[in-house]
């Protein structure tokens, strides 16, 4: 069965630390690994990666897939209060053209 | 102003009618995904669409329909056979089957 795993399910820091969010992740003919981060409404779209090994980045966040492990990290370095979200994780299969899904990882950053 | 937009943003039902959410789009997009997000839990594919007159079923068909007459519209019913409607329902779109998704705002659905 396909499935997108995140870890963990919450976390909670201070402004200004680091923070790494885990994405595994098991899809039948993986194609690509996509990060959303949600705040109060829909997910807007972070990264979507394909190629292992090359990261990608936007600013304080980063993120890079590695497809031997089957996984991905969502690094965010001095987290900011406008971080707190829930970031999304989905793996993308090339039959049926169906994302699925994780739980989501809720971050809180506290001033 | 390009987007997507869901009406409403929250709605209202009693137990055994039907509801038609609507899902609109000006970004040309091909493809268009219906999502359910319950607490705890991921976002769950209902209904997608490549192309108009197209769909298909995801994981969690039953108890909803859908049409795609034109390819800017992508509505979805939740009939009085969804035994569990209340939810955040979100739809998306992309490109192609290839691009990453963007979604909508989203319509809170509440059935008493």
């Known amino acids: 069965e396909d499935k997108v795993v995140q870890s963990p399910l919450s976390l909670v820091v201070h402004e200004g630390d680091t923070v790494t969010l885990n994405c595994s992740y098991e899809v039948t003919n993986f194609r690509s690994l996509l990060w959303y981060k949600q705040e109060k409404k829909a997910p807007t779209f972070l990264f979507m990666l394909t190629s292992s090994g090359i990261e990608k980045k936007s600013g304080r966040l980063s993120s890079i897939l590695d497809k031997k492990e089957l996984f991905s990290i969502l690094n965010i370095t001095a987290t900011q209060t406008g971080d707190s979200a829930i970031y999304l994780c989905a793996g993308d299969s090339n039959t049926g053209n169906q994302f699925y899904f994780g739980t989501g990882t809720s971050l809180t950053v506290i001033p | 102003d390009g987007g997507i937009t869901q009406s409403p943003k929250y709605l209202f039902r009693k137990e055994g009618q039907n509801v038609t959410l609507s899902c609109e789009q000006n970004l040309n997009h091909d493809a268009m995904y219906w999502y359910r997000q319950d607490p705890g839990q991921g976002l769950r594919l209902i209904y997608y669409s490549q192309i108009v007159n197209d769909f298909q079923k995801g994981d969690i068909a039953e108890g909803y329909s859908v049409s795609r007459e034109k390819k800017e519209s992508f509505p979805l019913t939740v009939t009085s056979a969804q035994k569990n409607p209340t939810a955040f329902y979100l739809c998306?779109?992309?490109?192609?089957?290839?691009?990453?998704?963007?979604f909508g705002p989203g319509t809170r659905l509440t059935v008493t």
């Open positions: 998306a779109t992309a490109r192609d089957s290839l691009y990453e998704q963007y």
